[in-house]
């Protein structure tokens, strides 16, 4: 993502939806960690509050960062 005239553009959030126990197999551990190092967010969603609060506070920690 990028900033422009105050507007970030280009936030690619790709969210991983999980239910009871299950866990991320080896594949998308290793797509996770391609998504982040490229600077977008990924969420392993448990419910649509968490993915709400993840996307709540990746955006304040961009913003912070814009401050700086």
């Known amino acids: 993502p990028y900033w ?3 507007v970030l553009v280009g936030l690619k959030v790709a969210i991983e939806i999980k239910a009871g ?3 991320l197999r080896e594949k998308q551990i ?3 960690g391609r998504i982040e ?3 977008a ?3 392993e969603a448990r419910s649509t509050l ?3 609060h993840e996307i ?3 955006l304040l ?3 912070q960062s814009q401050k700086l």
């Open 4 to 6: 422009f005239n105050g």
């Open 21 to 23: 126990r299950d866990q």
């Open 30 to 32: 290793k797509r996770k």
């Open 37 to 39: 190092a490229a600077g």
């Open 41 to 43: 967010l990924y969420i």
């Open 50 to 52: 968490q993915v709400e």
């Open 56 to 58: 709540d506070a990746f």
């Open 61 to 63: 920690r961009i913003t």
